[in-house]
């Protein structure tokens, strides 16, 4: 009797290739998911711990102007005619009355008039019993001394900036002159609109001021208490909430910590925002689960494909020609085949031009970080003149003086504009006249004294006897603004620019010089290219090709002579003409 030998279930080649790839398909698509929620939750991290570093720095930033701008205002008051005439009398009462008129238009938290030996004669807004030792205070030994400087000060459990300025009569010092401020809720609110993150002061183990109240004030005060010794950035929780924050510490200028100032954001809030997003990842590995499933049944249908088509395609790819579509001759597994290779073909394609898309955009951001730089500090000082103009005791002739300040700033940003637009186009404008170039320079240098507070850089110019020659002034005045900054950003530490001019064939030259550490060997034959820099942290890298753009559109010649640890020298040639 013979026994049938028992069946064996066979898995078809298509069967197979299908499950693989759907288990491979479904952990891929799944682990992807994870990654990238994870990714985005810790960018997420990143970026609070970015924006909370930067609020910090906001603080400090803001601290230094607010306490500039006071001590702008303390050294107008001390002007006054009234309280001159009160402190010649040295009597505390005329002095207190003359204090209070003041302080009706001035609303200080604190004004206050020593006597020229620091003793205090009358004021406004020292706490009764409040014992401050205003002798070993560094504003008023700073006042004492003839100088007028600002410093924060604690008074109980409130932080407060003040300015010190000696009130003279001729060479005479008749005593000193003290003008404060709360750092309040005001002051947190201000920081909050400019930050969007929450602060607190903690000073004395009290909470004065805080945008954010995590219970009652004295539960916020116990909670930020015990964080006072953190560094960097922490999580904490309070009030049923995670929060993500630093802690900045507030001293004078003696170094003393007063108080601490606390800024955070909440992590539950800035989590939750993520869920959209979550919902977004879900979806779309659901449908990438659904293409790739797609993908691997077509894929099970045939395996087959030529072979002598597959080969000429695998080495067109290897040299990097990903121009060639692979030819689908067959439905069978080799034709199968050639349709995965087809597909990896046009994903390294677009991997290719989204490589090149992304070289490009890398080159604009940094172009645009370096336009930002640039703009920074023309905003900043028509903000700071702007805030001088609003300024109570500023009188007309400051007020023309600052708006001129304000009016020549703005012409320097649209001159620069200008010359980006232009050198984007590939043409340059000119607007030619004749002119005196030494005036030019003189400007430029007057300006560049200005706006630059380092005394430790010594700028000097040298006019020589040339004739007027016809150039477009304002972009001249550019290209000696935009030499005179790559000087001194050459310069690390002391040192010294030196602008002269002279006749020379039959056209005048200007010389710079700086005594910064030379232009590095490897670059000096490409300077004047477009988006090269001397290793400066900032900037477009365009200026020098702007340069020498606009002195060749003048029919100019421009050259560099360097050395290592010596210095560099730019020459420039303009014709007669």
């Avoid at 759907?22 to 939750?41: D, K």
């Avoid at 924006?51 to 906001?58: D, K, N, P, R």
């Avoid at 955070?264 to 869920?275: M, P, Q």
């Avoid at 003189?442 to 004739?467: C, K, W, Y």
């Amino acid at each position: 009797m013979n026994i049938p030998a028992p069946k064996t279930f066979a898995v078809s080649l298509r069967l197979k290739i299908f499950l693989t790839f759907l288990l491979l398909t479904f952990s891929t698509v799944a682990l992807v998911a994870i990654l990238v929620n994870q990714r985005f939750t810790e960018e997420m991290r990143a970026n609070l711990t970015n924006s909370l570093q930067s609020a910090a720095e906001v603080y400090q930033t803001y601290t230094d102007i607010d306490i500039d701008r006071l001590i702008d205002q303390a050294s107008n008051l001390s002007t006054d005619a009234r309280l001159r005439a009160s402190l010649s009398t040295m009597d505390s009462s005329t002095v207190a009355q003359t204090v209070e008129e003041l302080n009706q238009t001035q609303y200080a938290n604190l004004l206050a008039v020593l006597d020229p030996d620091e003793r205090f004669l009358a004021g406004h807004g020292i706490p009764t019993g409040y014992e401050l030792d205003l002798t070993t205070e560094p504003v008023v030994i700073d006042a004492m001394s003839g100088f007028e400087s600002g410093d924060i000060w604690a008074l109980t459990d409130t932080l407060m900036k003040v300015a010190a300025i000696p009130i003279r009569t001729g060479s005479k010092r008749q005593g000193i002159l003290l003008l404060g401020y709360h750092m309040d809720q005001a002051f947190l609110g201000r920081l909050r609109q400019m930050t969007d993150c929450h602060l607190t002061f903690l000073v004395n183990g009290q909470v004065p001021y805080s945008t954010y109240y995590m219970g009652e004030v004295r539960q916020t005060a116990e909670i930020f208490s015990r964080m006072t010794a953190y560094e960097g950035t922490w999580d904490f929780t309070a009030a049923g909430s995670r929060f993500l924050g630093i802690v900045v510490q507030i001293a004078n200028a003696h170094q003393e910590v007063l108080g601490f100032l606390f800024i955070y954001k909440s992590l539950d809030e800035a989590l939750a925002s993520l869920g959209p997003l979550r919902w977004s990842i879900f979806f779309i590995a659901l449908g990438s689960l659904a293409l790739l499933l797609l993908f691997s049944y077509l894929l099970a249908r045939g395996v087959t494909r030529p072979v002598e088509d597959l080969t000429l395609a695998i080495r067109k790819y290897g040299d990097g020609h990903y121009d060639f579509p692979v030819q689908v001759t067959s439905n069978d597994e080799v034709g199968t085949l050639a349709i995965a290779f087809e597909e990896m073909r046009q994903s390294l394609q677009k991997a290719q031009a989204e490589l090149l898309d992304s070289e490009r955009l890398s080159t604009v951001g940094s172009m645009a970080n370096g336009i930002i730089h640039d703009f920074k500090q023309p905003i900043t000082i028509i903000q700071g003149f702007t805030e001088l103009l609003q300024l109570p005791g500023t009188n007309a002739g400051k007020r023309q003086e600052y708006g001129e300040q304000i009016l020549s700033t703005l012409h320097q940003m649209l001159g620069m504009v200008n010359d980006l637009l232009d050198y984007a186009r590939g043409e340059t404008s000119l607007h030619l006249a004749p002119a005196s170039l030494n005036e030019v320079i003189n400007h430029a240098v007057n300006r560049f004294q200005n706006m630059d507070s380092d005394e430790s850089l010594e700028l000097t110019f040298q006019p020589g006897e040339i004739e007027d020659v016809v150039f477009d002034h304002h972009r001249i005045l550019r290209v000696v603004e935009n030499l005179l900054g790559n000087a001194r950003d050459a310069i690390n530490g002391p040192g010294k620019i030196s602008v002269a001019t002279e006749a020379s064939n039959g056209g005048v030259v200007m010389t710079i010089t700086d005594t910064g550490g030379g232009i590095p060997a490897k670059i000096q034959d490409t300077l004047f290219e477009p988006f090269v820099t001397l290793g400066k942290p900032s900037g477009t890298g365009l200026g020098l090709a702007i340069t020498k753009s606009v002195i060749e559109e003048h029919g100019g010649k421009i050259s560099f002579t360097t050395r290592e640890n010596v210095g560099t020298t730019f020459r420039i040639w303009l014709p007669n003409r």
